[in-house]
């Protein structure tokens, strides 16, 4: 079987203990500090806090706010969330507590509940405060504490302008549940925990991921190639300097590497494979996210995998074409707020996906 895996969230063998990391969010869900967990896509955060609500043994929910359509749609999910923290049998006590009756479907064998209000667009704000207020009211009733996740939090502003003052509003008073929120876009995380303007203004510990310590990181993925009877220890620093220890590139490699080797012993040449079979794969969607470019997006990304790391000195404008230091530092905004662009530990920027860097490269060179 393949010892890495990559995509969704990860768990026991696939995942690497970021010890400390869990240590800190299980300590402060235990004190009931609310937390604000931040980093770029696809460093771990949904795995990780899977792992911790796992090892703190504490009731909890959790909402992906990439999947909700509306505010009545999260008015469904988030009672029928809240809903499953409690006894199957104790579920119509609850229900008389909202002003507005859902529609309930219960299959009794697997305590699966599926929970639908029809409304009407006037009564969105009672629904919506009302299914808010459930868990808190479960929690002191059965004398519990919760701890509700809210997964890419940054959706809210699109789901609905107002949502994150009518949560924010209901959240304050609520002693017995301690929320989670993780978000994927800095900026738009910290415009809305960090700006006095914004309801949701300190309302958190904010916590920020890393990527997975090299050591840490090494050690995981020769064990995991060692299970196989693969010994990965002439490769490793290799690996971890292509995907600069970024969690899903690094299993995503790993996982290709796997494939493609025949040997008991990796060397350097079935990297160069793996990365060339990669790149080949997803040519498609690489073509893609290129052909979404403007001009300056272009000059600007072709100067950075040219390892050119400053868009906005007059040095790179000139030698690249671009208008102006303005227009390029505009640019590097918008890509860097898009998450194609990360800044590396130096400050200088570079393409967040290394395979696709490789895949630009690769075909600028066969013109
Ligand atoms: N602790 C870890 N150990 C090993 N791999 C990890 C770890 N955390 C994340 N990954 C890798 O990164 C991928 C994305 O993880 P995920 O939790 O979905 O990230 P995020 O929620 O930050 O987008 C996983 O599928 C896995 O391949
Ligand atoms: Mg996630």
Redesign the pocket.
């Known amino acids: 079987m393949n010892p890495?895996?990559?995509?969704?969230?990860?768990t026991g063998e696939?995942?690497?203990?970021?010890k400390k990391e869990i240590k800190e969010i299980v300590s402060e869900i235990k004190a009931g500090q609310h937390i604000v967990l931040m980093?770029p896509?696809?460093?771990?955060?949904?795995?990780?806090v899977d792992e911790a609500m796992k090892i703190s043994g504490v009731k909890w929910f959790k909402m992906n706010m990439e999947l909700i359509a509306g505010e009545v749609d999260m008015a469904n999910y988030y009672v029928r969330n809240a809903l499953s923290l409690n006894k199957f049998e104790k579920i119509k006590h609850y229900l008389k507590s909202l002003k507005i009756q859902p529609y309930i479907q219960m299959q009794p064998e697997t305590n699966d509940v599926s929970v639908s209000f029809n409304m009407e667009s006037r009564n969105i704000s009672t629904l919506l405060l009302d299914s808010l207020q459930l868990p808190e009211t479960i929690a002191r009733n059965i004398k519990q504490r919760f701890v509700v996740v809210f997964?890419e939090f940054q959706e809210i502003r699109r789901i609905s302008p107002m949502l994150e003052r009518k949560m924010r509003g209901i959240f304050q008073y609520h002693q017995n549940i301690t929320y989670i929120f993780?978000g994927?876009q800095e900026s738009m995380i910290r415009e809305i925990f960090q700006n006095k303007k914004n309801p949701f203004y300190k309302f958190g510990r904010h916590i920020t991921?890393n990527k997975?310590d090299l050591p840490e990181f090494s050690e995981?993925i020769i064990k995991r190639f060692a299970s196989q009877k693969i010994d990965a220890s002439k490769v490793i620093d290799d690996i971890l300097e292509f995907t600069d220890c970024h969690?899903?590139y690094?299993?995503?490699l790993c996982h290709e590497i796997y494939i493609l080797n025949e040997k008991k012993t990796l060397f350097k040449s079935v990297i160069d494979k793996a990365v060339d079979q990669i790149v080949t794969e997803h040519h498609a969607d690489y073509s893609r996210w290129w052909n979404t470019l403007t001009n300056t997006e272009r000059k600007v990304i072709i100067g950075i995998v040219s390892g050119d790391h400053n868009p906005t000195s007059q040095e790179f404008i000139k030698k690249y074409g671009i208008k102006s230091a303005s227009t390029s530092g505009s640019v590097v905004g918008k890509l860097t707020t898009a998450g194609t662009l990360v800044k590396k530990n130096g400050g200088d920027l570079k393409i967040e996906d290394p395979f696709w860097e490789k895949w630009i490269l690769k075909n600028r060179q066969q013109r």
């Open positions: 890495f895996k990559f995509g969704n969230v990860v696939y995942f690497t203990n970021r980093s896509r696809r460093y771990g955060k949904t795995s990780l997964d993780i994927s991921l997975i995981f969690p899903y690094t299993q995503q």
